[in-house]
């Protein structure tokens, strides 16, 4: 089976994620490595981090995803938000780094009024400050409605021109992907996908997928994640996407809403009952 996890919470300590995912019975997971909506990174202690990487090892959770904080902005017009977007995304994959995370997710951001050219000059020296002796591996999220991370043409072209030898692929959002117009209730849509990633990319590049229904009709470019299966994709949409076959090991990773924990174990079951009839 492929590995299965959520988006958990360090509340109080990084160790509350590892409680977590064993309790709702996962085989990988995600976190945050502070509040995304802040600027502040914590520092974890040593022996947190040593008993962090021991119950990991124990419980057999692979891989970890950081998920970047979403106020790092590289190609900001404000120079102090350059600079302290260089600096958290250093910091940050530092971090990842430390804890033994396999990826560190971002999504890129846009801006209307510049052209691709400059987004990817601005974004390629943000990304230099990170050093290349990490071994976790940056992969660019895909996004609802963005000229350069929407399209999986434009995703994968961005991917080639932000070259830094620490970006090692692509996580895929259904929510996102469904949003930016490929609608993966349709055979078109899934087909679609396929060949725009064949032609534009390659599925070796893609490590990791993100699960979550959404909200918002396919096309519609807003980013609102649903339950699985109670959304515009649908248990069928998403028995569609987990079939292509490209995708049969790759680890998911739930970012549904969440009030508790019980919301992660439905979400979670449904996923469950539709790999094992795909498997079946
Ligand atoms: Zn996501
Ligand atoms: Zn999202």
């Not at 976190?31 to 057999?60: A, D, N």
């Not at 292509?244 to 979400?267: A, G, H, M, W, Y």
Request: hydrophobic share 35%; with cysteine.
């Amino acid at each position: 089976m492929r590995p299965l996890g959520v988006h958990t919470s360090i509340k109080n300590t990084i160790l509350n994620s590892i409680a977590e995912a064993v309790e709702l019975g996962c085989s990988t997971f995600q976190i945050f490595l502070h509040s995304p909506q802040v600027w502040q990174i914590p520092e974890f202690e040593i022996s947190i981090i040593e008993e962090f990487k021991r119950q990991r090892q124990v419980y057999g959770l692979n891989p970890l995803a950081v998920h970047s904080s979403y106020l790092i902005n590289l190609i900001s017009s404000t120079p102090k938000t350059i600079a302290s977007s260089r600096y958290l995304l250093k910091k940050e994959v530092m971090t990842a780094d430390s804890i033994g995370a396999d990826y560190y997710i971002i999504h890129l951001k846009d801006n209307k009024d510049m052209e691709k050219e400059e987004i990817y000059a601005k974004t390629r020296e943000g990304f230099k400050k990170v050093e290349e002796f990490y071994s976790c591996k940056i992969l660019l999220e895909n996004t609802a409605k963005s000229k350069i991370t929407a399209s999986i043409p434009d995703l994968f072209e961005t991917l080639e021109k932000v070259k830094h030898d620490k970006i090692g692929g692509i996580c895929i959002d259904t929510c996102h992907l469904f949003a930016a117009g490929y609608d993966l209730t349709k055979d078109e849509g899934i087909e679609k996908f396929i060949k725009d990633v064949e032609v534009y990319g390659d599925f070796k590049l893609i490590k990791i997928i993100h699960l979550n229904d959404s909200k918002t009709p396919s096309g519609s470019g807003i980013d609102r994640h649903e339950h699985i299966g109670k959304g515009y994709i649908g248990r069928e949409g998403f028995e569609k996407f987990l079939g292509i076959k490209e995708f049969s090991s790759l680890p998911l990773i739930l970012e549904t809403p969440k009030k508790n924990l019980q919301d992660d174990v439905r979400n979670l079951s449904v996923i469950r009952e539709i790999i094992k009839k795909l498997e079946s």
